[in-house]
Nanobody
Framework: QVQLVESGGDSVQAGGSLRLSCAAS????????MGWFRQAPGKEREGVAG???????SYADSVKGRFTIAKDSAKNTLSLKMNSLKPEETAMYYC????????????????????WGQGTQVTVSS
């Protein structure tokens, strides 16, 4: 059974940094596409960052230059380093994974992914 478990969410001041992690079990995703999404109350889930089977990355325009997505194949984990956080980025952050290799395309589309974690809360105060 595939399980994705996020961690690292916390409450921080605006301008602060956090590093989210996603641990995968029952699934070796080293060559599969994965992504980070977030959802604030009353809003749709939005793609934040993705990485495909070739290691190519994609970021939402709002986070480019501040967020970094990375896979650690040895540890079977996915991370998201977030710098210069803003209050409007307060949301539940989710890790997602595909059930197979893929290359390019829209890595920020929720419909692309087959597995989802339960989320980790990030709260940014002003």
């Amino acid at each position: 059974q595939v399980q994705l478990v996020e961690s690292g969410g916390d409450s921080v001041q605006a301008g602060g940094s956090l590093r989210l992690s996603c641990a995968a079990s029952g699934y070796t995703y080293s060559s599969y596409s994965m992504g980070w999404f977030r959802q604030a109350p009353g809003k749709e889930r939005e793609g934040v960052a993705g990485v495909d089977s070739a290691g190519s990355t994609s970021y939402a325009d709002s986070v480019k230059g501040r967020f970094t997505i990375a896979k650690d194949s040895a540890k079977n984990t996915l991370s998201l380093k977030m710098n210069s956080l803003k209050p409007e980025e307060t949301a539940m952050y989710y890790c997602a994974a595909e059930n197979g290799p893929s290359y390019g395309g829209n890595m920020l589309s929720p419909g692309r992914y087959d597995y989802w974690g339960q989320g980790t809360q990030v709260t940014v105060s002003s």
